[in-house]
């Protein structure tokens, strides 16, 4: 029988970690089900109990979400339009129980392939925040997530929050969802996008990410190099092409085969660029 426990101090939980090997639980919506069938013997380290891991806090150039921060909260209020795309994201989590348990870190650190709130933290160039009893280092999404199931976290640390800095621009950002049904179903190709408009209109930076394509969400970057520095008006979601498809790869499963998966990747960035580009319009207006 492995040992349970659930300390209310962060500096406790980290000397844990550095003491032993543990599996960290938060929301416990990945957790539980993958412990169905087999129960193995591991020491669980709660963190739920841990003040100052939840929230959203303006911390001057970034905003900082706490790792425990739950996607209904998420949903319900974030404090600048550029988490729009994030806010669709949270709603398509599950259903309303998981999206009340389930937490932004916990999402990050079970490293689906097809978890939806990778995209639009890709797009918002999120960083994660990692602690130690060493001490805190922060690396870029795309880099803490190393392939499916794996990320760069070590055993002695806990992720502690999700850093977002604040654009430069004026910013608007979507996020887009395509499944077998409308709801409680899990991704055959998201988009998630974010535009930053100069005064006069002009895009001042793009970045756009398709999630389950590839074992991990990847960023379309000759996309965002394309429309970098363009007009955005009702043209923009013509620049799209099928080679700023080429970095991503989809496979065949249950849910859809590579080969639709990448017409329906196409078609999703698509409206995504459009979608961004009326957003930047009725600002304007």
């Known amino acids: 029988m492995g ?27 990945d957790h539980y089900p993958a412990r169905v ?23 001057g150039d970034h905003w ?5 921060a739950t996607w209904s909260e998420i949903a319900a209020a974030m404090p600048h339009p550029i988490f729009r795309g994030l806010q669709l994201a949270a709603r398509e989590v599950g259903g ?9 870190a916990g999402n990050l650190c079970n490293a689906s392939p097809a978890a939806d709130g990778v995209p639009p933290l890709m797009t918002l160039d999120a960083q994660v925040e990692l602690a130690s009893a060493a001490g805190l280092r922060c690396l870029p999404l795309d880099r803490f997530i190393r392939g499916n199931r794996q990320t760069d ?17 004026d910013a608007r950002s979507t996020f887009l969802k395509l499944g ?19 005064p006069r209109g002009r895009i001042a930076a793009a970045r756009i ?28 979601a ?37 979608e961004l580009a009326d957003a930047a319009q009725e600002r304007a207006a």
Not at 37 to 59: F, H, K, N, S, Y
Not at 153 to 169: F, Y
Request: glycine share 10%; net charge positive; aromatic share 2%.
């Open 96 to 104: 309303a129980q998981i999206q009340n348990r389930a937490t932004i």
């Open 3 to 29: 040992r349970f426990l659930r300390p209310s101090a962060l500096d406790d939980a980290l000397r844990a970690l550095a003491a032993g090997r543990w599996t960290v639980l938060a929301g416990g919506t």
């Open 37 to 59: 069938v087999e129960q193995p013997d591991e020491d669980v380290l709660d963190i739920t109990r841990i003040a100052g891991l939840g929230g959203v806090v303006d911390a």
């Open 153 to 169: 976290r070590r055993g002695d640390e806990l992720v502690t929050a999700i850093r977002v800095p604040k654009p430069g621009q």
């Open 209 to 236: 990410a398709v999630g389950a394509c590839s074992a991990v969400a990847r960023r379309l970057v000759g996309l965002e190099a394309d429309l970098t520095g363009r007009m955005v008006d009702a043209t923009s």
């Open 180 to 198: 077998a049904r409308r709801y409680l179903v899990i991704s055959i190709v998201m988009v998630a996008g974010v535009i930053e408009i100069e």
């Open 64 to 68: 900082r979400i706490g790792a425990l």
């Open 238 to 274: 013509r620049l799209v092409s099928p080679a700023h498809l080429d970095g991503l790869a989809p496979i065949d499963d249950a849910r859809g085969s590579a080969a639709y998966r990448r017409e329906a990747s196409l078609v999703l960035v698509r409206r995504c660029v459009a």
